[in-house]
């Protein structure tokens, strides 16, 4: 084995598999993915990053404070997109960073983000390859607890059945998707520093149709 690898055919064997190999992880990884994106999907992203967690809402604010925020829809349907936009409170996972979130239909009653962030829009239709800015504004009630609110911010699709023609046994799956919402009551806030980006890289999350 070791008289092979030394020898120059050996040597150009193992070069070639590893040149084959890194290209088929490549196709899967990238050029698979990227043609999925344009085919058919819908992404959502932030209108900001920000230094802390770069794809997701993260807010330290004061009771009465009033911030302003946006984020990004994008479709690569064919079919004009419709989509349900809405804030949910989440509960952090203890010892991790992941978020546990019900389902719509299972959501409590007493939400508190729902109430303290008021979208743009609630429902949102998007062209086909299209992206477009949603503005939304985060309101602290003079008394509120000065404490850590986690929450998510979701889009989500509703099949139309009438226009899938569904066969037998075919069914059609309602989606969503979410970003994280980090929002801290404080008396002494320190927002991380914010850049607005652009359409053409905002996207964080996109879900195949």
Do not use: C
Not at 180 to 194: A, F, G, H, S
């Amino acid at each position: 084995m070791k008289k092979f690898f030394s020898s120059k055919a050996g040597f150009s064997l193992v070069i070639f598999l590893l040149v084959v190999v890194f290209g088929v992880f490549y196709y899967f990884v990238f050029d698979f993915y990227s043609a999925q994106v344009k085919r058919d999907g819908f992404g959502l992203g932030v209108g900001y990053e920000n230094t802390k967690y770069p794809s997701q809402f993260v807010y330290e604010l004061r009771p009465g404070d009033v911030f302003d925020d946006e984020f990004v829809l994008t479709s690569s349907k064919k079919d004009v997109l419709d989509l349900d936009l809405y804030v949910q409170d989440a509960t952090r996972v203890e010892g991790t960073e992941s978020f546990s979130v019900p389902d719509r239909e299972n959501m409590p009653k007493n939400q508190i983000l729902s109430q303290w962030i008021s979208l743009e829009k609630n429902t949102i239709s998007i062209d086909p390859g299209s992206r477009r800015r949603v503005k939304f504004t985060v309101k602290i009630p003079e008394n509120a607890e000065k404490k850590e609110y986690p929450g998510m911010l979701f889009a989500h699709y509703t099949p139309d059945i009438k226009s899938l023609n569904l066969r037998p046994g075919q069914v059609a799956v309602a989606s969503r998707i979410g970003l994280k919402i980090r929002l801290l009551v404080t008396d002494n806030p320190v927002m991380p520093l914010r850049t607005r980006i652009s359409d053409s890289s905002s996207i964080s999350f996109v879900y195949f149709l």
